[in-house]
Structure formats: C-alpha cells, structure tokens
C-alpha cells in the first residue's frame, strides 16, 4: 500500500498566519491527491482534490500544490473556524490511504 | 444535495456481529463506488472496504478480511457493511462515503460508532 506521510502532527498558530502542511508519498502518486478538514465530532469534509482543485464553496484562502511524491497544503490566512485536524489522502492506485494527520491549534 | 445517512453502530461484545446501513441521495448512487472508512483515536483514518457501482468488484482492508461483508442495493440506494467476529481493535466510528473518479472520496456520512467491548 501506497503510504502518506504528513507533517508537522500538530502546530500552534494565529488568526491571520499562513500556514502549511506537507505529505509525502511512499511512490509516484501523480496528483491524485485530496486534503480535507475535520472538526471534532465531525466527519472530514473535502477541500482540495487532485492536488490543486479548489472544491466547490470552499473559500479561495485554501490551496494546495505538487504532484509526484511531494505535496503541499496551504492557509494563506488563518480564520477562527479554520481551527481544525487536516488531512491528506492519496487515491492514486490500490487502497487509499490517509496521512496521520495535522492538527491547527490556536 | 448529497446525502449519505449511516445507522446500525452501537456496543458489541468481541466475536458478535453487526450490520451497518447507509442511505444515501442526492445524486445517482448506482453509478458510483461507495467506500468504508473508519477512524480510531489511535489509528487515524483507515479504509476499510468498497464496492462498485454494480457491486461487480469488492475490495477490503486486510485487516477485516474474511469478517466484513461489503453489498449494496442500488434500487433502495444503499450500502451495508455485514461485521462478523468483531475485535476491540475493531472499535471505531465508521464512515460511510461517495467515491468519485476524479474527485476521489468526496462526501461522508456522519458516522456510526462501533464498540467491541466485553
């Protein structure tokens, strides 16, 4: 199985800060990656698909990059509800698999 | 607006079974892939098992394979999980998703939460 690895597990920011998460596939992926975010209780919620593609309705402070094995999620401005666990996961071949995880702390 | 609605979670003790249910609508559910994921505190998030818009073609997790059955019923717009000699490590909320081609998983149910537990 193809493995995502994310980071950082964790990190401490503030309203108005960009933020940015990395994961790295275990293989050449393409860009068959997608980022979601999940609040506690809730179930994740699509955000970025195949790398870079802003889903409908969410706002355009969300953006994500790369292709191959290295990809990047970013916050260009931190907003209260932003608060929350990110997630990568890769549906490139067999499986789909998820990073571990980031949780954007005040 | 898409819609997956799960029911069936609950407390089991290890070695019981149970069956998860997962209604969806909103969109033209026989024409697409419908996934398993489920989430421990410790493990994170997991895909546990699919099945294709024609439930031609199943697929699971290695780790539930042999015990969970994946089906659907296209014409009630639904999709089940069948748990059979359930674990503590089987303990998780369980997610019912919408697979797209391009979009990859796309939208969640709210989630069921399974407890093995003697």
């Not at chain 1, 994740?44 to 292709?67: C, D, Q």
């Not at chain 2, 818009?53 to 659907?72: E, H, L, Q």
């Not at chain 2, 997610?95 to 537990?117: E, K, T």
Request: with cysteine; glycine share 10%; proline share 4%.
């Amino acid at each position: 199985d193809i493995q995502m690895t994310q980071s950082p597990s964790s990190l401490s920011a503030s309203v108005g800060d960009r933020v940015t998460i990395t994961c790295q596939a275990s293989q050449d992926i393409s860009n068959y990656v997608n980022w979601y975010q999940q609040k506690p209780g809730k179930a994740p919620k699509l955000l970025i698909y195949v790398a870079s593609s802003l889903e409908t309705g969410v706002p355009s402070r969300f953006s994500g990059s790369g292709s191959g094995t290295e990809f990047t999620f970013s916050i260009s401005s931190m907003q209260p509800e932003d608060f929350a666990t990110y997630y990568c996961q890769q549906h490139y071949n067999g499986p789909v698999t998820f990073g571990g995880g980031t949780k954007v702390e005040i | 607006e898409v819609q997956l609605v799960e029911s069936g979670g609950g407390l089991v003790k290890p070695g019981g079974s149970l069956r998860l249910s997962c209604t969806a609508s909103g969109f033209i559910f026989s024409t697409h892939t419908m996934t398993w994921v489920r989430q421990t505190p410790g493990k994170g998030l997991e895909w546990v098992s699919s099945i294709s818009g024609t439930s031609s073609d199943t697929y699971y997790a290695d780790s539930v394979k042999g015990r969970f059955a994946i089906s659907r019923d296209n014409a009630d717009k639904s999709v089940y999980l069948q748990m059979n000699s359930l674990r503590a490590e089987d303990t998780a909320v369980y997610y019912c998703a919408r697979r797209a081609a391009i979009r990859g998983i796309d939208y969640w149910g709210q989630g069921a939460l399974v407890i093995v537990s003697s």
